[in-house]
């Protein structure tokens, strides 16, 4: 079964720390594109981060410096660190890849940054 599955969400203080992974099944991570993005009650999801097959980086400006995206594919997982949290960054989280036509999501999963 073709599917990503995401994991380490959960509820931190601010300024704390969590490691989000998003492993794949049914397929190789190496050739595609994985991105993550996050939605928070009542917004549009937006991106946040994202990583190439040749491990290009990209971030929003909301999260550089904080969060980090990295990208195993021995394992068959992509990673997002986040430091530094802030109450700002509560919401749903997903994971993506793609390459070509193929477009695979993440069911999400909760992250929520309060006291």
């Known amino acids: 079964q073709v599917q990503l599955v995401e994991s380490g969400g959960g509820l931190v203080q601010p300024g704390g720390s969590l490691r989000l992974s998003c492993a794949a099944s049914?397929?190789?991570?190496?050739?595609?594109?994985i991105e993550w993005y996050r939605q928070a009650p009542g917004t549009q999801r937006t991106l946040v981060a994202g990583?190439?097959?040749?491990?290009?980086?990209n971030y929003a400006d909301s999260i550089k410096g904080r969060f980090t995206i990295s990208r195993d594919n021995a394992k068959n997982t992509v990673y997002l660190e986040m430091n530094n949290l802030k109450p700002e960054d509560t919401a749903v989280y997903y994971c993506?890849?793609?390459?070509?036509?193929?477009?695979?999501w993440g069911q999400g999963m909760q992250v929520t940054v309060s006291s």
């Open positions: 993506n890849a793609r390459y070509a036509a193929n477009v695979y």
């Open positions: 049914g397929f190789r991570l190496d050739f595609y594109s």
């Open positions: 990583i190439t097959r040749e491990s290009r980086k």
